[in-house]
């Protein structure tokens, strides 16, 4: 289903904001692959409610993957059960990057970096009780030091069907430069597909593939207010003005849709990252943050862009 030969673009999981409406739209104008925030494996065991609302899937995703989160195997494998019978996802990825500390303490995300074990005892948890077609792993060049070419050879063995690799350490967070040699020399280690990660967007993509030689690109916050970048990469040039309204508008629907009422406000911050650059920006802001209905909301939005 994922066509690795045709160098597919992937959505990265991006927490508050690759929901269900975000991932539909993406879907809709050239993103390949879409993924949902991350999932925390307790909290689908034990807040499984409100917690699967997140997992919902968009009629137009597909292939759809679902990330979780956790250090439990025990917890861990409930959690694949839970989505076993879940239709219409297509693959389970393990974080194995978040660098955030609450989740860094729980011995989860990029912590389990520095206990390769512990992580490949995880992978294969989930490989054996998945029903899914892709068990994946999202990881950093390392802890502190780089090295996701080592860890990455201990996935393949483990199971691992693709790895996408998230080109910093978890000391680097998100402001260090992106290391793309090392995501080069994570392909070079590994005989299954690898996904390049990190500061990835329509200007350098090209020049990422012919670096790392990798077999996917995941975008991540190079999304967040542009989600028409899938199409500019696809067709090799800039969005037009009116198909860039259009897509906002879509965004618009299918937040109504998926929130009702409340997605009016909800979609405030993404208006916040649409408006960024376009004059009268900071007046916009402003009547957007005291609109409660709807139909006013997408009439201030038609009127603006």
């Known amino acids: 289903m994922i066509d690795f030969s045709s160098k597919p673009l992937f959505l990265a999981p991006l ?19 879409t993924t949902s925030e991350m999932i925390s494996s307790n909290a689908l065991v034990y807040e499984s409610s ?7 899937k968009n009629t137009a995703e597909t292939p759809y993957i679902v990330q979780i989160a ?8 409930q959690a694949v059960l839970i989505l076993n019978d879940i239709e219409g996802i297509d693959g389970i990825d393990l974080n194995c990057g978040c660098p955030v500390p609450k989740v860094v303490k729980q011995n989860a995300g990029s912590a389990l970096l ?6 490949c005892g995880i992978l294969e ?24 070419h080592l860890i990455a050879r201990d996935l393949q063995n483990a199971g691992c069907d693709y790895i996408c690799v998230h080109g910093r350490t978890r000391a680097g967070g998100y402001s260090a430069k992106v290391d793309y040699d090392a995501i080069a020399k994570v392909k070079q280690s590994v005989n299954i597909p690898v996904i390049a990660n990190g500061d990835i967007n329509s200007k350098n993509i090209e020049e990422v593939f012919e670096q790392t030689s990798c ?13 028409w970048i899938f199409y500019e990469i ?6 037009d003005p009116k198909l860039k309204k259009d897509i906002i508008i879509e965004h618009f629907d299918q937040m109504i849709k998926h929130y009702k ?22 007046s916009f802001r402003n009547d957007i943050n005291s609109i409660t209905n709807k139909d006013e909301m997408l009439q201030a939005i038609k009127a603006f862009f």
């Open 125 to 148: 948890t989930i490989k054996k009780t998945s029903k899914k077609r892709y068990t994946s792993v999202k990881i950093r060049l390392g802890f502190n030091q780089k090295t996701a």
């Open 215 to 227: 077999d996917a690109a995941m975008i991540g916050r190079a999304v967040i207010g542009q989600p």
């Open 114 to 119: 520095n206990d390769i074990n512990l992580l």
């Open 50 to 56: 409100k917690t699967l609302a997140m997992i919902e």
């Open 261 to 282: 009422d409340q997605g009016v406000a909800i979609f405030r911050k993404h208006l916040h990252e649409y408006s960024k650059g376009i004059n009268g920006a900071s």
């Open 70 to 77: 956790g250090s439990d195997k025990r917890i861990i494998e």
């Open 15 to 33: 927490a508050g904001f690759s929901d269900i409406a975000l991932r539909g739209v993406v879907k809709k104008f050239g993103c390949d692959v």
């Open 234 to 239: 696809k067709n090799k040039k800039s969005i």
